[in-house]
């Protein structure tokens, strides 16, 4: 992953800024952890949200566009798992399953700060 946004990713997750939901990046303006890197992204390139809730066309996942822009793996935010930190099966190893299933943006910024 791109150090730069990296960094950027974690402070904006433990900033207290963002409100978080599940299963959307963006819905009645709280975020999921990738809608927030897609609010990041945004800020930096000026794109806009589409709807409220859709940024480059998609609901749920990064666009392609944020993937390359924060040299992530996919659209899930999968990263390999080979300590304790995060004990789950392979299927789970990635920030969607993560945020989804209820934990924390401090949590998730602990998994980044380690995994990426």
Same mark, same amino acid.
């Given at each position: 992953?791109?150090?730069?946004?990296?960094?950027?990713?974690?402070?904006?997750?433990?900033?207290?800024?963002?409100?978080?939901?599940?299963?959307?990046?963006?819905? +009645?303006?709280?975020?999921?952890?990738?809608?927030?890197?897609?609010?990041?992204?945004?800020?930096?390139?000026?794109?806009?949200?589409?709807?409220?809730?859709?940024?480059?066309?998609?609901?749920?996942?990064?666009?392609?566009?944020?993937?390359?822009?924060?040299?992530?793996? #996919?659209?899930?935010?999968?990263? #390999?798992?080979?300590?304790?930190?995060?004990?789950?099966?392979? +299927?789970?190893?990635?920030?969607?399953?993560?945020? +989804?299933?209820? +934990?924390?943006?401090?949590?998730?910024?602990?998994?980044?700060?380690?995994?990426?």
């Amino acid at each position: 992953m791109n150090e730069r946004i990296k960094e950027q990713w974690i402070s904006a997750l433990t900033s207290g800024e963002f409100t978080q939901n599940k299963r959307a990046l963006k819905r +009645d303006g709280a975020f999921c952890c990738l809608g927030v890197l897609c609010e990041l992204h945004a800020r930096e390139t000026g794109n806009r949200w589409e709807n409220s809730d859709r940024y480059l066309g998609e609901y749920a996942y990064l666009p392609q566009e944020v993937i390359k822009w924060a040299e992530l793996k #996919d659209k899930f935010g999968s990263f #390999d798992s080979e300590t304790e930190l995060w004990p789950r099966g392979i +299927d789970e190893n990635n920030l969607s399953i993560i945020n +989804d299933d209820g +934990d924390s943006f401090a949590t998730i910024a602990e998994i980044i700060k380690e995994k990426f």
